[in-house]
């Protein structure tokens, strides 16, 4: 009976049939003639390949149709690059081109490839051993052609985007017989005579014979060997030469080479104008944090500053001395307010005031005397007076001593108490760093600071040594 997991759909068997092609075979070049060539409206285009004893059905996509420099045609003998796949549809094997050129191309073509693994193999294309592209390069040798569109196109985007570099044009034959040698020796007096940053070696687009110079083995030697940095730029963007592999940078066009080799002075500007806005906002950012920074420190300074502790003091001993003289001046005017109390009853008990009432009542006595008319009792009287006023003279003279002995003795007593006299006594007024009056030794400390108040002026000193009286 049939194993049932041997059967295979049509899609299946073709599905596996065209993943056995395309994973057997690497893409292949194939030369024969064209016959049945159509283009349909999507662009594609369909074709055979035959020669004397077969063909194979070729399909070559839109994408790839548009890279095409020459227009195919039935009858027309061409060179193909194509991969090997199966039409799953129709299962017809087929092949899908993604490269076509005239026949005769073909053989210079293959010359060209073998070359081309010659030098590979030499290490004449090791990324490794290629020369950096300087940035912003003084001055740059154009080796090219000074008649065709490539040196204009060069020297446009040059003037274009960075005209201060210096541009010196070699000229060379880009085709011919002569041309491969007569460019490599330009690039060997070029790089001798040292004067160029970078070197670019152009030419605009052509047929692949027009390009061969530019596939020559002295040629890629010669760019190979040179000191200078070097950028190949060869036909159009499709276009591709040995000088290309060899050089230190491809680009795809003369002008992808000038853009190359020049910076954008825009995109330079525009890079300097940032870089200044970022530079100016960091430093204004770094000077307020600056100024920030030298506040806060100014002001710990000037909290910390001698000269305003002094100050502090200052204004601490001056309160201290208004208060002592408003103390000073409180006491006064109390025992001013006293002495003037004293002095109003002295008035009050004067002996000069006695004797004005006495002499007053004298009077009256001897008006009533004289109505009396009594002789011998207005002598009596008169005794009498004459010694009431001698005793009265007397005891107002007694009483005048002893209240001027008692206002001297309250004077003196009133000058005892007096802070003013007590220091002008010799005494002083000790106080403490916080100007609190030291009343005991125990009150301060070994090296502390303190201040002695005298009579005149005052004394900032420092504890050496502390003597408590222990008796007491």
Known sequence: MTDQKNI??????????????????????????????????????????????????????????????????DGMKVLVRARITLYE???DFQLVVDHMEPAG???????????????????????????????????????????GAAIRDVLHVFNRRFPAIQINVYPVPVQGETAANEISDML??????????????????????????????????????????????????????ISDFVADRRAPTPSAAAELASPDQQHIQSTIEKLFHRLRSHQRQRLQQYQANFTQLHQRLQALSPERQLQGRSQSIDLLEQ???????????????????????????????????LKTRFVGIRQRLKQLNPGKQLLQHQQKLIHHEQMLKRQARQLIELKQKQLKATARMLESVSPLATLSRGYSITLDDKGHIIRKASQ??????IETRLAEGSIRSRVEEIGINRNK
């Open 444 to 449: 301060t400390q070994k090296g502390r600071i």
């Open 8 to 73: 295979y759909s049509v899609s299946r068997l073709n599905t596996e049939v065209r993943q056995v092609l395309e994973g057997s075979f690497p893409l292949v070049w194939v030369e024969g003639e064209i016959s049945n060539l159509t283009t349909p409206r999507s662009g594609h285009m369909y074709f055979s390949l035959k020669d004397e004893h077969a063909q194979t059905r070729c399909a070559m996509f839109r994408m790839k149709r548009q890279l095409l420099r020459f227009a195919p045609a």
């Open 188 to 241: 060997k007096l070029v790089d001798l005579r040292n004067e160029n940053d970078l070197i670019i070696l152009t030419r605009g687009g052509g047929s692949l014979e027009d390009l061969m110079a530019f596939n020559d083995e002295q040629l890629a030697r010669t760019i190979f060997s040179l000191n200078t940095p070097i950028i190949s730029a060869v036909g159009h963007e499709i276009d591709t030469s």
């Open 323 to 357: 208060r002592l003289n408003q103390l000073l001046e409180r006491k006064i005017s109390r025992v001013n307010m006293q002495y003037s109390q004293l002095e109003a009853r002295l008035l009050q008990q004067s002996p000069v005031n006695r004797l004005a009432q």
């Open 105 to 147: 191309e073909g053989q210079l073509r293959q010359a060209i490839e073998r070359l081309k693994n010659q030098l590979e193999k030499e290490g004449l294309f090791d990324p490794s051993l290629k020369k950096a592209i300087p940035a912003m390069p003084a001055s740059v040798g154009v080796v090219t052609s000074p008649t």
């Open 89 to 91: 549809a129709r299962g």
